[in-house]
């Protein structure tokens, strides 16, 4: 795994008000305002022993082959299954994926590899050797680019870098083919971590996107969603484009290290949560609900997201990268501001899903910011009777001895024959019957939590 960060805390508040903010939508299959929305997976060969029929390459746009080990003579460390990557590289292909070689990494063999890349790069006729056969290897294996994952230069070797990423860049350039890098995340919007900070400009122009390690940061912030925040207002403010910016997502646990599949296999609730009470270890991690609020973040303020690694997944309705390619297809077709306003529901901490093709209605946000929710669903999906008073034009919920009488177009309802003042008003839409969420819910023993940078509300019974 990948270090990457040193520790500091924060808190992210709940809040209800809804702070619209800038979008970046999904315009048609894996468009972001005209260009690819990227979803990549890293898949370590070295670490895992999965069969490639099991990798999901028409679910990814990219796949991130990890590692290829330099030498400090400008040569290569062969790679341990080469017909893996050859296999890989075939499947992906035929599903229009493209196949990048993670170059370096933390790690070889228990050894840092930060020294092996300041060696190479700091000596010119090394620099070229190390070039000539990254190139060679791009070709021999038809790969589409290079991940360049140098941990980490400093302020003594940043010029090197430097040169190694505009020779490497151009090298791979002449062969049609692209150049990333793995960079940090940061805990400010405009403080990074040095390694971060030194990154120069010719660099990330020289890069065609770069993949932020938004993780690591320490076992109990491993990787909370404020930090994914700050490193993509960092990378942003920095100057690079939002579509050069993709999300990094961990699918394992500090400090137990166990991976996410692993998690699952223990307790499928644990899909469902961030934390895990495992032995001799707790686990830190990321569950669907986080990762989605990511990706919906990630839709709205980058170009793409990541997983570390992909092999860490689940095969069922667990499944992360399932849950991603979910939400991409159901928000295709939405415009930027559309997608801004696009309201995720957690019902007991799983996704209550909307649909248009289901013609139940979908949720939304009304003049007044707050969420309206169509009846039915919802309702019933927590054991409520809904019914609708025609003449009085009434919706009419009974649950657990509470009724609900919710007027069309005024700013009360009933609560057990108490009248109770809200807000916002009832409506129509296209035929069917809006509500206020908060309201109604918290009427019906159901607490609401609003995060508004991911525009998702989750719904949990509150307790008594």
Known sequence: MKKTMSSLLAILFLIFAFQPAGAWAAQAGKEVTGREF????????????????????DQLTHVMYAFLIPKEDGTLVELEKPDQLKELVAKAHQDGTKV????????????????????????PAKRTLFIENVCALVEAYELDGVEL??????????????????????????????????????WSPIQGPVAAMLITEACLERFDFINVMA????????????????????????GLPAEKIVLGMPLYARPSWLQYRHLVAQNPDYAYSDY????????????????REKTVLALKKAGGVMLFDINEDTEDETSVLSMIDDLLSRTAHLSREELNCYVTVVLDKKELVFSEEEGLGVPFIDENNRIMMPVRKPLEAI?????????????????DGITLQIPIGKNTIMVNNREVAIDTRPLIKDGRAYIPLGACFAALGYGVAWHGDSTTVFLFQSEK
């Not at 990227?38 to 390459?57: A, C, H, M």
């Not at 912030?221 to 403010?237: A, I, K, R």
């Open 38 to 57: 990227k979803v990549i997976g890293y898949y370590s060969g070295d670490l895992f022993n999965e069969p490639l029929e099991k990798l999901r390459t």
């Open 100 to 123: 990048f070689i993670a170059l370096g990494g933390w790690v070889y063999k228990n050894q840092p590899l930060a020294p092996v890349f300041e060696t190479v790069a700091a000596s």
């Open 149 to 186: 994952d140098w941990e980490h230069p400093n302020a003594n070797t940043i010029a090197d870098y430097e040169s190694l990423v505009l020779e490497l860049g151009a090298a791979l350039d002449r062969q049609g083919k692209e150049l990333t890098a793995a960079l940090n995340g940061a």
């Open 215 to 238: 993780y690591d940061m320490n076992d109990g912030e491993h990787s909370p969603f404020w930090l994914s925040q700050t490193s993509l207002d960092y990378w942003l403010n920095r």
């Open 276 to 291: 895990a009470p495992t032995t001799p270890l707790e686990s830190y991690y990321n569950g669907l609900n986080t990762l």
């Open 383 to 399: 054991g409520a009777k809904v019914g609708y008073d025609e003449p009085s034009r009434r919706v009419i919920v009974e649950k």
